[in-house]
């Protein structure tokens, strides 16, 4: 576009510098005739060049004008960029701190599941240990009927098949043992009673883990006689409680309950 503006300028100075040419004297003009004849031939139309030139200024006019808009435009397009980079940004922050709260409500979450876990088993714990401080039984030879046993000639376990009470089911009454279900001190109570004879006592020994603790021991020729024993013990979680038949001696009972075994938890430990 300027190389054709600049071709054009020149062709107007020529054009300039030949019509002055043409205004000579006519004497000149007559003498340098060939000459000048052969110039006019070369001339463009000055008001071609005007029009031509007027046109590509128009034209350039109408482009700059283009080229304004355009420059107008991109000056818009990036304050919209600018705009929606900081918008961005913006989002950006948001989202980081988002993240830092969730972060810190999964770890709150967390913490409280712990926790809830934790109050779980320690509720858990609290109702077993308030179930096992309820140890309570008591338990007597038969439920109908009557019954004499011995005398043996050695010392025999003796199974209490009625049973009254069993709070925490830590007595059988198939096998007769009491079994601590928890370390802790228990109290034990046994009740005898037999009919009199006179070469057999009415007797029963407490054991605890086949060892002797306390006995109940009578012994008269006739009548109905009775006796009694208790101990508090120390036992640790296994242990086991029960009663045996003192060697040669008898035990009796009916639906009077006149024999029975009785224990209960006093405080754990």
Known sequence: MENTVFV??????????ETQVIAKPETQKQSDEPAS???????????TVLREMSAMLAEQRVEIRHL?????????LKTQLNLQKTQLDELKRHSEVAQIK????VAEVASLKSRSNITESQVETLSRDREVKQVAFSASLLASGEITIGPFNTQTPL?????????????NSDTGFFIAPVRGAYHF???????????HASGAVLVKNGHHIFIAYEHQPSHFGSSSNGASLLLEKGDVVFIRLW????????VNHHSTFSGHLLFTM
């Open 8 to 17: 054009l300028l020149l062709l107007l100075v020529c054009c300039f510098s």
């Open 37 to 47: 004849g052969r110039q006019q031939t070369c001339l463009p139309d000055i008001h």
């Open 68 to 76: 304004q808009r355009d420059n107008e435009e991109l000056k818009g």
């Open 102 to 105: 969730l972060t810190a409500q």
């Open 159 to 171: 199974v209490y098949k009625h049973v009254v009470t069993n709070i925490g089911n830590a007595y």
């Open 189 to 199: 109570q046994l009740y005898i009673g037999a009919h009199g004879h006179a070469s």
């Open 247 to 254: 060697q040669n001696a008898r035990i009796f009972d009916n």
